[in-house]
Nanobody
C-alpha cells in the first residue's frame, strides 16, 4: 500500500521559512518522480515544484521560482520542499505526490499517488 505522509507545515510570518517533508512507503521510491502541489481556499490546485526520479531535473511554478527548492533523498524515501521568503499568498494546503514519470512533471493528472496534505499559513 502506497503512503505519502507530509510534515513540516505550520504558521509563519511573512518573510520567514518553512521546510516541508514527505515520507514515502510502499513504493520503490527511486522509480517515481515527485511533486508538490498546493490548494488555497476557493482556488484551484496549483503546481509548486517537481523533481525527477534521481533528482537531476527540477521544475517550479512561476509564483515560487527563486524562493522554493525541492530536493529528494532516495536512500531515505523522502522529498523535501524548502520554502523561503514566504508570502501570505503562499498560504495553502500543500500536497506531496508521486508519478511513474521519469521526468519532473507539472500536471497533477500525471501523479498517481497523493498525500493527505499539510497546512501552511503565512501571516502578514
Amino acid at each position: 500500500q502506497v503512503q505519502l505522509v507530509e510534515s513540516g507545515g505550520g504558521l509563519v510570518q511573512a518573510g520567514g521559512s518553512l521546510r516541508l517533508s514527505c515520507a514515502a512507503s510502499g513504493v520503490i521510491f527511486s522509480r517515481y518522480a515527485m511533486g508538490w502541489f498546493r490548494q488555497a481556499p476557493g482556488k484551484e490546485h496549483e503546481f509548486v515544484a517537481a523533481i525527477s526520479r534521481r533528482g537531476g531535473n527540477t521544475d517550479y511554478g512561476n509564483s515560487v521560482k527563486g524562493r522554493f527548492t525541492i530536493s529528494r533523498d532516495n536512500a531515505k524515501n523522502t522529498v523535501d520542499l524548502q520554502m523561503n521568503s514566504l508570502k501570505p499568498e503562499d498560504t495553502a494546503v500543500y500536497y506531496c505526490a508521486a508519478s511513474q514519470s521519469r521526468s519532473a512533471i507539472t500536471g497533477s493528472h500525471e501523479y498517481e499517488y497523493w498525500g493527505q496534505g499539510t497546512q501552511v499559513t503565512v501571516s502578514s
